[in-house]
T-cell receptor, first 115, second 109 residues
């Protein structure tokens, strides 16, 4: 069964450093997403991406965050200057498209720890 | 975004059926009812979705009330691996999934 692949599985970074989280969505999917989950809290929407541009973003997704689809397969989330409160599990997801009714497929996540 | 209400937790015995309820009284005509689950230390996993009619797949069944203001996810025979947080989410095509607190299902051997 096709899956969404995320790397790395764990990332430890110092406060103020830049991190890039990587995702390979399912190949024929058109919508891509990033979500995060702070330990013990709800899964929170960050951003959706379609047709090479951001289609929607949450209040969490401020100027410190950016997303990119640098080639035909990868989808990245960059945090420019990490803060302690950015420590969380980050999940990438993809879905077939707006006119398909099937669900999202999520990756296993990247655990980001900011120290 | 339309809201859903689920019990915080439920318990089940292994190999027995489980009925997980969800209320969504403010559902709109274009909202699909999606169910996801999250096993410990994993990403959310799609379970099933429907619009008006009851749906079955290899994982579960979804029973939707005639007025669409509530739905029930049915696991026909719970296993220990079904212990997870189950999320009922109203989804509009092209929109985003909004996760609530979900129902934490524990399964006893």
């Amino acid at each position: 069964e096709p899956e969404v692949t995320q790397t790395p599985s764990h990332q430890v970074t110092q406060m103020g450093q830049e991190v890039i989280l990587r995702c390979v969505p399912i190949s024929n999917h058109l919508y891509f997403y990033w979500y995060r989950q702070i330990l013990g809290q709800k899964v929170e929407f960050l951003v959706s991406f379609y047709n090479n541009e951001i289609s929607e973003k949450s209040e969490i997704f401020d100027d410190q965050f950016s997303v990119e689809r640098p080639d035909g397969s990868n989808f990245t989330l960059k945090i420019r200057s990490t803060k302690l409160e950015d420590s969380a599990m980050y999940f990438c997801a993809s879905s077939p498209g707006p006119y398909k009714t099937s669900g999202y497929t999520f990756g296993s996540g990247t655990r980001l720890t900011v120290v | 975004d339309a809201k859903t209400t689920q019990p915080n937790s439920m318990e089940s015995n292994e190999e027995e059926p489980v009925h997980l309820p969800c209320n969504h009284s403010t559902i709109s005509g274009t909202d699909y009812i999606h169910w996801y689950r999250q096993l410990p230390s994993q990403g959310p996993e799609y379970v099933i979705h429907g619009l008006t009619s009851n749906v079955n797949n290899r994982m579960a069944s979804l029973a939707i009330a005639e007025d669409r203001k509530s739905s029930t996810l049915i696991l026909h025979r719970a296993t220990l691996r079904d212990a997870a947080v189950y999320y009922c989410i109203l989804y509009n095509q092209g929109g985003k999934l909004i996760f609530g607190q979900g129902t934490e299902l524990s399964v006893k051997p």
